[in-house]
T-cell receptor, first 115, second 114 residues
Framework: GESVGLHLPTLSVQEGDNSIINCAYSNSASDYFIWYKQESGKGPQFIIDIRSNMDKRQGQRVTVLLNKTVKHLSLQIAATQPGDSAVYFC??????????????FGTGTLLAVQP | KAGVTQTPRYLIKTRGQQVTLSCSPI?????VSWYQQTPGQGLQFLFE???????NKGNFPGRFSGRQFSNSRSEMNVSTLELGDSALYLCASSLTGDHQETQYFGPGTRLLVL
């Protein structure tokens, strides 16, 4: 089936810089997208989500951008801190008309913040 | 409000055995989903339960099964364990399981099959 494509890169940034993590998705029917952060030994932690009727959503130090034309999602983290070091996953979900709560995850990006 | 809890946190089994994992959702959440996480396949959806009914199932063999109780707690069972079943099993809960609801994850159960 279709899946969110996220080749696993490692993004290394300096503390205080801004980070941008990208994600390409393939299912044009997806209308809900979500970013999770996973630290070693823990489960994924919700960061921010966005619905397909929006192009941008902001949270605390994070912004998610959605470009439906090219099926691209990005997560921007402002003033990156050492505590932001983790693997970041994007995920998508679609309304298939039935009962579905089935997230399709990308492969993840490792964010390494250098002090 | 307490988060999603999973027990046990770690488990070691041998091939051919079976295992049962437990998940308690956030209070008030009625939808529970299970995911398998491996280095090779990433995070993959196993199944979702709502009001004690399985509503959706991922592409996994019948050895993987689950159930949900009236208090929304859920269990998943894997029978006839194989080496490839070694993984982190994650449970997530949401209010009603609507596809645009945030799913909140537990810490996972790390299963090692020897």
């Amino acid at each position: 089936g279709e899946s969110v494509g996220l080749h696993l890169p490692t993004l290394s940034v300096q503390e205080g810089d801004n980070s941008i993590i990208n994600c390409a998705y393939s299912n044009s029917a997806s209308d809900y997208f979500i970013w999770y952060k996973q630290e070693s030994g823990k489960g994924p932690q919700f960061i921010i989500d966005i619905r397909s009727n929006m192009d941008k959503r902001q949270g605390q130090r994070v912004t998610v951008l959605l470009n439906k034309t090219v099926k691209h999602l990005s997560l921007q983290i402002a003033a990156t801190q050492p505590g932001d070091s983790a693997v970041y996953f994007c995920a998508e979900n679609e309304d298939d008309g039935g009962a579905t709560n089935k997230l399709i995850f990308g492969t993840g990006t490792l964010l390494a913040v250098q002090p | 409000k307490a988060g999603v809890t999973q027990t046990p946190r770690y488990l070691i089994k041998t091939r051919g055995q079976q295992v049962t994992l437990s998940c308690s959702p956030i209070s008030g959440h009625r939808s529970v989903s299970w995911y398998q996480q491996t280095p090779g396949q990433g995070l993959q959806f196993l199944f979702e339960y709502f009001s004690e009914t399985q509503r959706n199932k991922g592409n996994f063999p019948g050895r993987f099964s689950g159930r949900q109780f009236s208090n929304s707690r859920s269990e998943m069972n894997v029978s006839t364990l194989e080496l490839g079943d070694s993984a982190l099993y994650l449970c997530a809960s949401s209010l009603t399981g609507d596809h645009q609801e945030t799913q909140y994850f537990g810490p996972g159960t790390r299963l090692l099959v020897l």
